[in-house]
């Protein structure tokens, strides 16, 4: 197993490289090798063949000439032809076994191609035998070959013939070859660790910048009492590999949190606005009664009060909705539906018949109130909880009536309808209205907290009825929605998930 040795630093970007280069490094030996083995072999090889060739040539060659009788051999060996067509670089030795040299090509007598005594034994036995030796402080290829003598039937061995090329071109191309791929492996591995450096780089860019903004994110956020600037985001890289889906994650999950912390932060804004204005009413009656109590007609005196006492009122259901919000909040947050969590199973139509006939009773006595009707109402069987889905009509309905109720010069009675029936495999709650209705482009806004259309302003109420109503529905695994045309009324639609 190859090792590497842990860099210091961690970073990535070296150890991708390290091993891009182990794997370059290593791929490239296994080249160089396998082409110099290759070559190495096939020179040899050729050299092997030249000298065989060559050492038949002259076998024949010093058979010609042998002598018919023994001792067979001649005073002198030409070899004539051989002399004259032998390949450059070829040496040519005939030794017969008595020691005698008939043929040394060199014609240096102190030089002799290298044999030993089992080498020449197998000659003798009358097989060819090739090696590689040296020779003149050369390289050579060697092959001995016997030579026979006598009548054809019973030739005997009576020498042997050594021919011998020398591999010094070989060897000088191999050791260039071996240079030349030396350096061209060392080139390529360079540039590839290069060429990875700068894509590894360009790669891991995007992290870098990525670890950058959740940095600067967590500088700003002093000791967590104020979360820093969510509106930086990171670069997103060309393409739609796996690191921009990283990024495009990372940044909506950013753009995610902003929008969530604008939200807040303009809700406590909001929230602290809302409670401050009756509080100043309170506290300004309170202050005025204080100081001229005794002076102002008791009239005076008891409208003041009962200011100040509506603005309790008002303060009351403001901190109860507020904190309904904050509960449905953590709700939310900790569970992912009430459906899931508690699984009471409820008969919504009952629920909604039972507050329907108890408003019914109450407004009967308001003549000015619009006509609460019932319209289809479809046995229906939800999970949940029924205070949260009886707070979840009772909104909509206050809504419907304070949004219907008879204003101005119009004499005719407004409605407000409540439906409950099955569609596309969902319960549909309906709370529809002939009021005011809601503007187009106040309608998007209607659930969020605070939000009062304008011509809401009027009459009573905090702007958070709506949020609560949509957190509570999310609750029960559903979603509201609503539709309105200004002047003649709106319906609100509440998507339940049904048990069957
Ligand atoms: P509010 O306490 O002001 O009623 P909500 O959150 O319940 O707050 O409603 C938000 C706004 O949506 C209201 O101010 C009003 O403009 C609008 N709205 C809600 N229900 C109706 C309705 N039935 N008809 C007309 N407008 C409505």
Same mark, same amino acid.
């Given at each position: 197993m190859i090792h590497i040795p842990r860099p210091r630093t961690q970073s990535l970007r070296v150890r991708l490289v390290l091993w891009y280069g182990v794997l370059v490094a290593a791929a490239l030996a296994l080249f160089v090798l396998l082409t110099l083995s290759w070559v190495t072999d096939a020179l040899y090889q050729n050299t092997e063949s030249a000298v065989h060739t060559e050492a038949q040539a002259a076998v024949s060659e010093v058979s010609d000439e =042998? =002598? #018919? %009788? *023994? $001792?067979?051999? *001649?005073?002198? =060996? !030409?070899?004539r032809s051989l002399n004259t067509y032998r390949a450059p670089g070829i040496e040519v030795e005939v030794i017969d076994w008595q020691g005698?040299?008939? %043929? @040394?090509? @060199?014609?240096? $007598?102190?030089t002799h191609l290298p044999t030993n005594p089992p080498l020449l034994q197998e000659v003798y036995t009358g097989h060819s035998v090739a090696y590689r030796d040296q020779f003149d402080g050369e390289p050579v290829q060697v092959e001995a070959t016997a030579i026979r003598a006598g009548p054809a039937a019973n030739k005997t061995v009576i020498g042997v013939l050594l021919v011998a090329k020398s591999l010094r071109e070989i060897n000088t191309t191999l050791e260039l070859l071996r240079t030349l791929l030396f350096l061209t492996g060392c080139a390529v591995l360079v540039g590839s660790l290069l060429g990875s450096w700068s894509i590894t780089d360009r790669l891991l860019q995007p992290l870098t910048e990525m670890a950058q903004t959740a940095q600067s994110i967590a500088a700003t956020t002093a000791r967590g009492t104020r979360i820093g600037n969510l509106s930086s985001r990171v670069r997103r890289p060309d393409g739609d590999d796996e690191i921009a889906k990283v990024v495009d994650a990372l940044n909506g999950m950013l753009a995610d949190l902003e929008k969530a912390t604008q939200s807040q932060r303009r809700f406590v804004a909001d929230a602290s606005h809302e409670l401050r204005a009756p509080l100043t009413t309170i506290q300004g009656n309170l202050a005025f009664l204080q100081r001229y109590g005794d002076e102002i007609p008791a009239a005076e005196r008891s409208t003041t009060l009962h200011d100040a006492y509506d603005e309790t009122l008002r303060l009351t259901r403001l901190v109860e909705e507020l904190l309904l919000l904050a509960r449905a909040d953590a709700h939310i947050d900790t569970q992912p539906t009430l459906r899931e969590h508690c699984q009471h199973l409820i008969e919504l139509d009952y629920v909604v018949l039972q507050l329907v006939r108890q408003l019914h009773g109450r407004l009967r006595?308001? #003549? !000015?109130m619009p006509k609460l009707e019932i319209g289809l109402i479809e046995p229906v069987r939800i999970y949940g909880d029924e205070e949260t889905i009886r707070r979840i009509l009772l909104a909509l309905l206050d809504n419907a009536l304070k949004y219907t109720a008879q204003s101005g010069p119009s004499t005719e009675q407004g409605r407000v309808l409540v439906s409950l029936e099955r569609r596309e495999k969902q319960a549909l709650l309906q709370v529809s209205d002939t009021g005011m209705g809601i503007a187009e482009d106040e309608l998007p806004h209607?659930?969020?907290?605070f939000y009062r259309a304008d011509r809401a302003? !009027?009459?009573? +109420?905090? +702007?958070l009825g709506l949020s609560i109503v949509s957190l509570q529905v999310e609750q029960l695994g559903g979603r509201i929605t609503a539709e309105s045309t200004p002047g003649q009324g709106s319906t609100f639609n509440v998507w339940l998930p049904l048990v069957w």
């Open positions: =042998l =002598l #018919a %009788v *023994p $001792p067979y051999w *001649p005073d002198r =060996l !030409s070899l005698k040299t008939h %043929v @040394d090509s @060199d014609g240096n $007598p102190n006595c308001e #003549a !000015s209607i659930f969020e907290r302003r !009027s009459r009573q +109420g905090t +702007g």
